[in-house]
């Protein structure tokens, strides 16, 4: 077995796939999708059938892995554009703790226990159920922990800050959870003096009423 070959191989793949993850993005490190992880498997899976077989040319495993990076990016590009695409492949949170009160049935349908539930919690430095007002299931499978605040202890409910507006669209369902449409959001909205729903990046209604609004940047 030639080990320099191995070597050189093992280092050379492992810059193309710093390179190749550096080119998909932070994203793909910071927060694994289902798409992000089948992506990682078969380029892992690339590099060591390439490092395994030195008689293969280099060829037939960079290719694949600049195929895969490729097309990752070109998911994620449309994915940036199109909101049903990014909740097909990526998914959409799940609220498995809504106003202090626990989702059971929300937790059967994502396979997800109770070990599951407090191990994440304990991992959030949140030792009592009772302290938690949502807990909400990200698309990467990691929980996002809002504690209750004092208002909410003394037996006051709170709304799960929703995006009602996301990047120029109104988020329909949003709205219809919080008991409201979108004639009603538009008219709040030219209250405040936005009268183009598409020059709005974000917007959210905060607990005591009032919005929060980022407008899209001019380019």
Same mark, same amino acid.
């Given at each position: 077995?030639?080990?320099? #070959?191995? *070597?050189?191989? #093992? ?22 999708? *289902? ?25 037939? #495993?960079?290719?694949?892995?600049? *195929? ?34 626990? !989702? ?76 409201? #449409? ?25 607990? !005591? ?11």
């Amino acid at each position: 077995m030639d080990y320099s #070959t191995i *070597v050189l191989r #093992t280092i050379f793949i492992y810059f193309i796939i710093l390179l190749v993850l550096r080119f998909m993005g932070k994203r793909e490190i910071g927060q694994l999708s *289902v798409l992000d992880f089948v992506v990682s498997i078969m380029i892992a899976e690339l590099a060591v059938i390439s490092i395994e077989n030195i008689r293969a040319p280099m060829l037939h #495993t960079i290719i694949p892995i600049v *195929v895969l990076s490729l097309i990752q990016i070109m998911f994620a590009f449309i994915s940036l554009k199109s909101e049903k695409l990014r909740k097909l492949v990526d998914g959409k949170p799940s609220v498995l703790i809504n106003q202090g009160k626990i !989702d059971e049935g929300e937790m059967r349908k994502q396979r997800y226990n109770f070990d599951d539930l407090l191990i994440q919690l304990r991992q959030n430095k949140v030792s009592k159920l009772s302290d938690v007002e949502f807990a909400i299931l990200e698309p990467s499978g990691k929980l996002s922990i809002i504690e209750k605040d004092e208002d909410q202890q003394n037996g006051k409910q709170s709304r799960l800050p929703l995006p009602l507006i996301l990047d120029g669209k109104v988020n329909k369902e949003h709205l219809e959870q919080i008991n409201k #449409t979108p004639l009603w959001l538009r008219q709040q909205l030219r209250k405040l003096g936005y009268r183009d729903v598409k020059k709005i990046s974000y917007c959210a209604l905060h607990d !005591d009423d009032t919005f929060f609004i980022d407008e899209k940047d001019e380019k």
